[in-house]
């Protein structure tokens, strides 16, 4: 699966949702997130006219199974936040169960308009910066940065775009499938060949990089898939832009105070049929400092990375 469709919200079990999340079917900050809300919709319309006087503690623990299911995840997160908040100042702790999975409904759905809105806002307010852009790279599968850049390329003779084949599991096939279908010029390359590509020694010059993110810190550094380190540094070294498109929301406000833990997944997806005393480590993602980002493509236009707690607090204060 490659993007969530939250009209046709297939699942039928927490369970399955679950597994999807930690198999990687569910894929992309932006579709954990969607799935966590979707499933604690699920669960609540699941429960019977019996209700539990304790149904708001048991949406939540499935929220947090879902929204942790992956560390790195604090779009998903910090909508347990948006949760937890605005059922107590917007609602009042309604006390009645029926009216409590109501309520519970109606913030899922908030917040998931917050998504939805925020990636349309992303687009709006950062398209105008690009229109003399025509050669672009990005990095498995963003569903942000493939959206904006789906709509830089309109109305653009020879525009075109490198992707990555982003290893083990292969995501860059899912942002070559989608540009392909969307009419794009689309070049996938190797990931170990990024690096090369980026500086100009290897096919057509790149005037930016645009990548999504899974974490942003308080301190404006992002985590993103791994790999996304060597491409922010080699685009660095040859002076060519990193955007980052993404909500704001995913800034992880614990970061302020602990380090960013990097998930790192099962041995067999860089080897299945490794030899035995083989040593394998396979971590998914890469902690990008914030002195290769140019700049952050949120709902808020573009943010330097220094800048990132400031606008956090402004507009999403009960994140803290
Ligand atoms: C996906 C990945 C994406 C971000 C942003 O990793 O690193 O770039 O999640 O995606 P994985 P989006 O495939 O391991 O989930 O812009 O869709 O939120």
């Given amino acids: 699966m490659n993007s969530i469709n939250q009209a046709k919200f297939q699942y039928q079990s927490i369970e399955d949702i679950l597994k999807d999340i930690k198999d990687v079917k569910i894929q992309g900050a932006t579709n954990v997130a969607i799935a966590t809300f979707e499933g604690i919709k699920l669960y609540l319309q699941n429960t019977g006219s019996e209700l539990d006087s ?8 499935v929220g947090n199974k879902l929204a942790f299911a992956r560390p790195n995840e604090p779009l998903a997160q910090n909508g347990l936040k948006y949760i937890n908040y605005f059922f107590k100042v917007k609602y009042r702790s309604p006390k009645e169960s029926q009216e409590i999975k109501q309520v519970l409904i ?3 759905d908030e917040y998931l308009n917050i998504i939805k809105s925020s990636k349309v806002s992303l687009v709006e307010k950062n398209l105008d910066m690009f229109k003399d852009i025509r050669n672009v790279f990005t990095h498995c ?3 942000a940065a493939e959206k904006l850049i789906t709509e830089i390329s309109k109305g653009k003779e020879g525009f075109k775009v490198v992707c990555t084949e982003t290893r083990p599991l292969f995501q860059g096939r899912i942002t070559a499938s ?4 969307k009419g794009l010029d689309t070049t996938m390359i190797a990931d170990s060949a990024a690096e090369t590509y980026i500086i100009g020694k290897a096919g057509f010059p790149i005037e930016a990089v645009f990548v999504g993110a899974d974490e942003i810190t308080v301190h404006g550094d992002f985590v993103n898939k ?9 685009a660095y070294y040859a002076s060519i832009p990193v955007y980052v498109v993404t909500p704001l929301l995913k800034v992880n406000p614990e970061s302020a105070y602990s380090a960013v833990q990097i998930e790192i997944r099962e041995a067999n997806e860089l080897w299945p049929d490794a030899p035995h005393d083989l040593k394998l480590f396979n971590p998914a993602f890469d ?3 914030r002195q290769f980002v140019t700049g ?8 330097k990375p220094e800048d990132v707690i400031k606008t956090l607090r402004e507009n999403y204060e009960w994140v803290f």
């Fill in 54 to 61: 304790d149904i708001f503690e048991k949406a939540m623990s």
């Fill in 106 to 108: 109606n913030l899922c």
């Fill in 141 to 143: 599968h963003s569903s």
């Fill in 178 to 181: 989608n540009l392909l279908e």
């Fill in 226 to 234: 791994v790999g996304s380190w060597g491409i922010s540094l080699a």
């Fill in 287 to 289: 902690f990008v400092n």
């Fill in 296 to 303: 952050y493509l949120t709902e808020f236009g573009l943010i």
